[in-house]
């Protein structure tokens, strides 16, 4: 069979790259191990998390390639020649928010390349630079494909009045994504050809939050209608009202992009048996922790809110479409119950994830000594990661 999570890929990229790199590799383990599934690669997948997982059935984009811009439609054709679900039973990867980058790596002087569900965007600061010093601004999200002549955008570079400059021809957009100059129209077209919907770059909408740049990959009017409808899939315990100024370390782990596929990623954040040996001598001892345990289903599996299983190492719950969570309740695990990892899961391209774009957050603790020793963590309200 294929992955576990090939409910949720095939629905967006394309078949023969995830059966290139995930068909056959997962097998029912014969003999004493009944209760699980072992992987080609050498996992061992407890059967209660691949029956959750299987019964996700998400296919989105098979009637929306229209809606795509150039640079995605791509894979919104792949998309259609795969079957479709009814629309009750029918998950839409692309109406969904997504953090795309922590803030505080971002220099707001320079355009971002990035990718998100096989789009090539561009993220770049609209703030102006005064006396040489950067102001405050928003941060906006393009295709990364100048109208013009589709340069990349991302080559191009940020002027001092806040405008995204395309280094090709010396087009400028501001944040709206609206063309505010055209260097070579002659005067009297000038205006004309600027307000051309033709000269408009594709924008999405944006949000900064939890630290995080998130990106609702629709553009246009219909990405900002829909986008306000959509919630977030944030970290609750950053949001609970009861646990205000309880957090008070981060550890955030920064952004990486993975030559894996998005299931494989949230397969291994979903397996509470790899911290003592993956990451021994910070979450566990390999040699002495390792023992036999039981974990079931807590939360009814759900296409929007996803689930939740709990058991003798904790609790993990999966919420659509990239966030795992992971609060552990055993003793080889530092800080107790005071502690939640928080796993964000993004599809990127095909056979590519970005992450873990990840915090660990602790309250207040004992272990205070732990955290100067293993981890780079810094007092204080958790604002960002």
């Known amino acids: 069979m294929c992955s ?3 409910p949720w890929i095939f629905s967006t990229f394309s078949q023969s790259k995830l059966n290139q790199h995930f068909c056959g590799h997962f097998e029912k383990f014969p003999g004493k191990l009944d209760g699980t599934w072992r992987c080609g690669l050498g996992w061992r997948i ?3 998390m691949l029956t959750m997982l299987l019964h996700l059935g998400y296919t989105p984009l098979a009637s929306r390639s229209s809606a795509v811009p150039r640079a995605g439609r ?10 479709t679900t009814p629309a009750s039973t029918s998950f839409d990867w692309f109406s969904q928010w997504y953090p795309v980058n922590v803030i505080e790596t971002m220099d707001p002087s320079r355009p971002h390349a990035m990718q998100l569900l096989g789009l090539n965007l561009v993220a770049w600061n609209d703030g102006e630079t005064i006396g040489g010093v950067k102001q405050e601004g928003a941060w906006r999200v393009f295709e990364d494909a ?29 944040g709206s994504g609206a063309c505010a100059e055209m260097p070579y129209a002659p005067p009297s077209k000038a205006e004309r050809l600027k307000q051309s919907c033709r000269a408009t770059c594709n924008a999405y909408p944006t949000r900064v939050a939890d630290g995080l740049l998130w990106v609702f990959p629709v553009g246009g009017v219909l990405g900002l209608d829909a986008s306000a409808h959509v919630a977030m899939p944030l970290i609750d315990e950053l949001h609970q009202p009861e646990l205000a100024g309880r957090w008070k370390w981060k ?3 920064g952004v990486r992009d993975f030559p894996c596929s998005w299931d494989a990623m949230v397969e291994n954040t979903l397996d509470p048996a790899h911290f003592c040996s993956a990451h021994h001598g910070t979450l566990g001892n390999r040699y002495e922790d390792p023992k036999p345990y039981q ?12 689930f939740a299983i709990d058991g003798e190492l904790g609790r993990l719950e999966f919420k659509p479409p990239c966030l795992v969570k992971y609060l552990p309740n055993f003793a080889a695990m530092p800080f107790g119950r005071s502690l939640v990892i928080a796993t964000y899961c993004v599809p990127t391209k095909p056979g590519w994830v970005r992450g873990p774009l990840m915090t660990s957050v602790v309250m207040t603790t004992d272990d205070e000594a732990w955290l ?14």
């Open 74 to 83: 791509l894979f919104a054709l792949e998309a259609t020649a795969i079957p």
């Open 46 to 48: 407890p059967r209660v």
């Open 295 to 306: 974990m079931a289903l807590s939360q009814p599996i759900s296409l929007t809110e996803g």
């Open 4 to 6: 576990p999570l090939a």
């Open 372 to 385: 100067g020793e293993s981890a780079s963590a810094g007092p204080g309200p958790l604002i960002a990661f």
């Open 146 to 174: 100048c109208p013009h002549r589709l340069g990349p955008l991302s080559e191009g570079r940020i002027e001092a009045d806040g405008n995204l400059l395309c280094s090709y021809h010396g087009w400028r957009f501001d």
């Open 251 to 253: 550890i955030p782990a």
